[in-house]
């Protein structure tokens, strides 16, 4: 968990270096579209660093859960088209590639850890309850965390409040898997 954070990290600086490489060419992506590494985003960052620079391609990479207009997007697109801004945001693009694939490589040896713990017997586990919390986190892992956190403790952490799956699973990881030793929340907060 703790390599994964600090890959999270890397990544996140180089996403804050692919959008300074955007300003530079005067695109304003991050004004469109809420997050320049969702659908949308990379979809036109890795047009450009392909060579569109044309706005009105570049805005057909719209996807349809973009809130932003299509002409929108495209007058945020116009820039300036200087040579080495591209291979600025393709220097940025790689790395940020390879902390996505190595935090998908954590990903999996996670599940295979959690897979690895021993299992309550399913007939004496109620089923698991209505999640609290509706969607994905973004940085979350991409296993289902919760159920098999379920699956481990007998009881779901993350119906307690701002619990959510990738914390659920750090303090399983941090604190393992008897959490008999705090009676209340109030005890494991001050222990």
């Not at 390599?3 to 996140?12: P, V």
Request: glycine share 6%.
């Amino acid at each position: 968990m703790r390599q994964r954070e600090r890959l999270t990290e890397y990544a996140a600086a180089h996403t804050q270096h692919m959008q300074k490489a955007l300003m530079k060419m005067n695109l304003q992506l991050h004004h469109v579209v809420s997050d320049v590494t969702g659908a949308t985003g990379m979809r036109i960052i890795r047009a450009i660093v392909a060579g569109a620079r044309d706005p009105k391609v570049l805005a057909a990479f719209r996807d349809v859960r973009c809130k932003s207009s299509m002409d929108t997007i495209k007058a945020a697109l116009v820039g300036n088209d200087r040579e080495e801004h591209p291979f600025d945001l393709t220097q940025t693009l790689e790395p940020y590639d390879f902390y996505k694939a190595q935090i998908e490589a954590c990903d999996r040896r996670l599940e295979a850890a959690l897979g690895a713990l021993t299992i309550k017997a399913d007939d004496d586990l109620a089923p698991l309850p209505k999640a609290r919390i509706k969607g994905k986190q973004h940085n979350a892992p991409s296993l289902d965390a919760r159920a098999a956190l379920y699956g481990v403790l007998g009881t779901d952490l993350t119906q307690i409040h701002s619990l959510g799956p990738p914390l659920a699973l750090k303090v399983v990881a941090e604190c393992g898997t008897d959490l008999r030793a705090w009676k209340s929340a109030k005890h494991f907060r001050y222990r």
